[in-house]
């Protein structure tokens, strides 16, 4: 079955990617993370990196964010909310999908453990750390950047079909993932050539530099796909369900 197939059959017609607000670079009892250098493993070191938590300011950035996201998503579309295993994406998820009345939808929320890349995507890593935050175009100007980028998004892909059969009979049509800048962009990019976008929505999600807090979403309803860059900028008092990717 094609994962268009399986998307149709679940009932999903929309992913939404959204990275986490602003992180302290500090672990909670205050203390400073080692260079990533002096950590024994990839593994030692995403233990650490996986305890960072929100800032105040992260906090203030997701709660200003819950309203594109509720006003743009809503959290009754959603079948389940993923978060990655770190603890600034669940805190962002948290604030930015949290019920505050009766009127909100009550949503499971449960794990792409991928979706946090340490130990499992080793060339993305070095990439990272070489050209820090960014559009996928800086990536791929780099040699063998596309392939790798390309080589993760797909595990998250095999990881999030694991768990499409399980939210099928759920209400909702969307799944919204909260993780982490130019990871996010990368699974993206394959979920998009997967689900038969084109290749002038893959050059437009390319040019997408993801900020704290703001999201890509994805949505194929009836044949017809759509790409979106949600953020902050972009709120106005009408609503946000209006406004085209890059507004």
């Known amino acids: 079955m094609s994962f268009d197939e399986q998307m149709s059959q679940a009932g999903i017609t929309r992913i939404a990617f959204i990275r986490h607000a602003n992180a302290a670079p500090l672990l909670p009892d205050g203390s400073k993370m080692k260079p990533k250098g002096e950590y024994g493993t990839p593994h030692d070191w995403k233990t650490d990196d996986q305890m960072r938590c929100l800032t105040e300011k992260g906090k203030a950035q997701a709660e200003t964010a819950r ?22 994406a669940a805190e962002t998820l948290q604030i930015m999908a949290e019920k505050r009345s009766q009127d909100d939808a009550s949503v499971s929320i449960d794990l792409i453990w991928s979706l946090h890349p340490a130990g499992i995507a080793s060339k993305c890593e070095e990439l990272f750390d070489k050209l820090n935050y960014g559009p996928l175009t800086r990536y791929y100007a780099e040699e063998g950047g596309e392939a790798a980028l390309a080589e993760y998004g797909n595990i998250v892909l095999k ?9 099928a009979d759920k209400p909702g ?11 996010l962009n990368a699974a993206a990019m394959q979920f998009l050539k997967m689900w038969g976008f084109s290749s002038t929505q893959a050059k437009d999600l390319t040019e997408i530099n993801l900020g704290e807090a703001e999201g890509i979403i994805l949505e194929k309803n009836n044949g017809v796909c759509s790409l979106k860059h949600m953020h902050c900028k972009m709120l106005a008092p009408e609503g946000v369900g209006v406004h085209p990717h890059f507004g």
């Open 173 to 183: 049509d969307t799944i919204s993932m909260f993780g982490h800048a130019v990871f």
């Open 67 to 88: 309203r594109w996201f509720i006003e743009g998503i809503g959290l009754h579309s959603n079948k389940v909310l993923v978060s990655s295993g770190a603890r600034r």
């Open 159 to 167: 990881e999030f079909q694991g768990l499409i059969a399980s939210v």
